[in-house]
């Protein structure tokens, strides 16, 4: 009797046994996609996401606006996301008007990055198209970088459809701006980067070493005085008359000498 009960405790226990190893890889099985689906945000988001999926990722804002991303160095599973700035952090967006003084009206500053499967901010370093939508409220309307530094760059950009798109192969801070028309404004090119007259954080009160504020990357141009000659040419012209009246004095010196010699004669 005993050795029956020894028996059934053993096949009982092997019977435990084959049913915790049965379910223990469908258990892990059923957790691995969870892990590659989801991403577990471990940085600040203000703004709307969307999964980057064959090298597109597309974002409606709150105010109607959609940003969409494409480039073939885009990876599938990264998070795209966009914060419109002016919503989701007032000093950052005085910071950014205060480096774009004098480049343009109606800004609408955006911070357009990537976030990884961990979580954290990924920095994309390929080529890729950024589109924005204009929504009727632009027409002269650029694309500017702002530097983490301050610094401004107009870029190249296009528009169709009600729409601006451009270039770039970074995360960063980018704005839009409607272009004074007037011809007196100066409008950087494309390409060329502004320096800047304000560092993050200081909300625009430092100025620019040697000059009292005003357009960001303007240059000081230093004056003269006005002239009315090249003084180089009046000393030449001086110098060569003298030289004539000395010469023709000379002459009637001469010629008088013979005359005389002539009349002793």
């Known amino acids: ?63 109607g606006t959609v940003v969409t991303v494409e480039g073939e160095s885009l990876q599938d599973g990264l998070l795209f996301l966009v914060e419109n700035v002016g919503q989701t952090d007032a000093s950052l967006h005085e910071w950014i008007t205060k480096c774009m003084e004098g480049l343009g009206t109606n800004l609408r500053a955006y911070d357009i990055y990537f976030v990884d499967s961990s979580g954290q901010r990924y920095e994309v370093t390929g080529r890729m198209t950024i589109t924005i939508s204009l929504n009727g409220e632009y027409s002269s309307p650029a694309v500017y970088y702002v530097s983490s530094a301050g610094s401004v760059m107009r870029l190249d950009s296009s528009v169709t459809d009600d729409c601006i798109s451009f270039e770039t192969t970074h995360n960063s801070y980018y704005v839009l701006a409607e272009q004074e028309e007037e011809e007196t404004k100066p409008v950087p090119t494309p390409g060329e980067e502004i320096k800047p007259t304000t560092t993050p954080g200081t909300n625009g009160n430092n100025q620019s070493a040697g000059g009292t504020g005003g357009m960001a990357g303007s ?45 002793n004669m």
């Not at 059923?30 to 990722?57: F, N, R, W």
């Not at 009046?234 to 000379?250: E, F, Q």
């Open 219 to 263: 240059k000081a141009v230093q004056g003269t005085g006005a002239k009315t000659g090249d003084e180089t040419d009046v000393m030449l012209w001086t110098v060569l008359l003298c030289g004539s009246v000395v010469t023709l004095a000379g002459l009637i010196i001469k010629k008088r000498h013979r005359k005389g010699i002539s009349k």
């Open 1 to 63: 009797m005993g050795l029956l009960k020894k028996r059934i405790r053993t096949l009982a226990g092997a019977a435990v046994l084959c049913l915790v190893f049965s379910l223990s890889p469908a258990a892990v099985y059923a957790q691995e996609p969870q892990q590659h689906s989801q991403t577990v945000l471990t940085t600040q988001v203000k703004g709307q996401s969307d999964m980057v999926e064959k090298g597109k990722g597309e974002v409606a804002l709150s105010d």
